[in-house]
């Protein structure tokens, strides 16, 4: 077999090589903003706002790394070179000569910072302030790849300025038309606002990603890929890979509370809409829904790394002829992601190639 560019990943499927697993130690509450308001569950607005700057309770961070230890173990003996991440304190705060963070959040959550596109990596423009500094964290492992080959683009970094947030937003009414917390100030987006079909690569405009953000994105990759915008009905939109999750080449995983309507362009393909939860409903979520369930990672075509207690996703997807890996994952899911959020596949055994 040829050898691979040590960067090398087209879509969310290819065999997993090498991956980056995000760390929890060093988890700060971010400072309380208008962006959490319009992303974060309302129960937890209150610990939000008298937390923020301050370290998450160490037990949940204790737990959550045991959780992520388990997630490597699994990923190294199914043969997937690790790499993490370097924690970093959270708890210092810091400032532009606009605005100030009491501090920032954590190295959990690769996916929101990185998206891979063949041989490149990109940094994405978080719009949230308190995760302005966060790619901190990866950048030995940048340097790294890009010693050993690897392309490394840093998209325009934001000012993230009051100009950039509606302070006035608030939540839509049921069967009002979207509205978003940013404006189209200057390009942001985060990394897991898009999915990766080769070619064809699939975003929702969100609370983090705005038009610009994708009209850069778009600009940036050229005529090689496409992206298309799919429509969700979710009024509190931020990260795609909840709702709209392809697993293999004709199968999509879609989420039937926050996806509207299936693009056209998957009616060749078999959709499958994914099973309430299992996750009980008391269990200590700080900054998501319990639909982490779908937010699942693929080390092939077959295997899929999925949380322990999700049976009713866990056998639907052997139904669906996948070989599920249970790893427990419930206590990071506390922090608002599970095994996509929690990595950047950096290479996968692949090429650019157009499914549709
Ligand atoms: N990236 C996490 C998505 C969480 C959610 O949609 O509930």
Known sequence: MSELPVVNSHNEWDTLEEVVVGVIDGATVPSWHIMLQATMPTKQWDFFKQSGGQPFPKERIDAAR????????????????????????????????????AGGLYAAMPRDLLIVFGDEIIESPLSWRSRHHEIWAYRRLMKDYFRQGGKWTCAPTPQLVDELYDENYTEPE??????????EFEPVFDAADFMRCGRDIFVQQSHTTNQFGIAWLQRHLGAE???????IKE??????DATFVPLAPGKLLVNPEKLAKVPEMFKHWDVFYAPPPCTPVEHPMYMSSRWLSMNVLSLDEKRVMIEKGEETLIQDLKNWGFEPIPCNFRNFYSFGGSFHCATLDVRRRGTLQSYF
């Open 174 to 183: 049921e069967g009002e038309p979207h509205r978003y917390v940013i404006t």
């Open 66 to 101: 045991q959780d992520l230890e388990e997630c490597v173990h699994i990923l190294e003996q199914e043969g997937v070179k690790v790499r993490r991440p370097d924690p970093i304190d959270f708890t210092k705060p810091f400032s532009t000569p606009e605005w100030q963070s």
């Open 235 to 240: 009024q509190s939109p931020m990260h795609i």
């Open 225 to 231: 890929y496409r992206i298309h915008q799919i429509e």
